[in-house]
């Protein structure tokens, strides 16, 4: 499973995860779990293998190695938050300004119910080596993300939707931090309120 993640573009999903036995899916929704709530280095096969209830044989038969668990996890995590946004901002967004908030509304929901912890990409680049795969699963995230804050902003009629994508994104990779460390209350709505006045100037 270490071959090319692929995508669809930017409003679909990322594949490149196999299909999983029901055995396959309890590992991986539990070294999801493990994985963000303690850290990837904190967390060992063993405990993965004795929390989802298999032998380790097995998650090395579904999985192939802890390094190939760890991208199975970081692609899901990838696929799970593209999802949420897209599907967030086309069903509440509305006028074109509209949607681009709304990717602030998803945030602060996303944040509440799945991310308190910080952005789990932020945390694996923070964690795993520089020549890691996951370091370039953890990048095409962020990469995605801008491309889809641009292709809003171009729909909203920024003068430089490539410029204002980046404010953007600086302000929902703020608020995650600041959510996550609990420095600033409200955050999301923070960040949203100043790019309510960015996309207005823009």
């Not at 199975?72 to 897209?86: G, K, P, S």
Request: include cysteine; glycine fraction near 10%; proline fraction near 3%.
């Amino acid at each position: 499973m270490t071959g090319d993640s692929g995508t669809t573009g930017r409003g679909g999903k990322r594949h490149g995860i196999p299909h999983l036995t029901p055995a396959g899916l309890r590992i991986l929704d539990t070294a999801s779990r493990l994985f963000y709530e303690q850290g990837i280095r904190a967390v060992g096969v063993e405990a993965i293998a004795e929390e989802a209830g298999v032998t380790k044989k097995t998650l090395y038969d579904r999985f192939g190695s802890k390094d190939d668990l760890i991208l199975a996890y970081l692609r899901a995590r990838d696929e799970l938050w593209r999802t949420t946004l897209v599907r967030y901002v086309e069903e509440r967004g509305g006028s074109p300004k509209g949607r681009l908030l709304a990717t602030f509304a998803a945030l602060r929901d996303w944040m509440r119910e799945r991310n308190p912890r910080g952005c789990a990409f932020v945390n694996a680049h923070v964690e795993l080596p520089a020549d890691h795969p996951g370091q370039k699963v953890a990048r095409e995230q962020k990469a995605w993300q801008s491309g889809y804050l641009t292709d809003l902003a171009t729909e909203a009629g920024a003068d430089d939707p490539e410029a204002l994508a980046g404010q953007l994104l600086i302000l929902h990779e703020g608020a995650c931090i600041a959510n996550s460390m609990q420095s600033v209350e409200a955050a999301a709505e923070r960040a949203q309120a100043m790019a309510a006045v960015l996309i207005d100037n823009s």
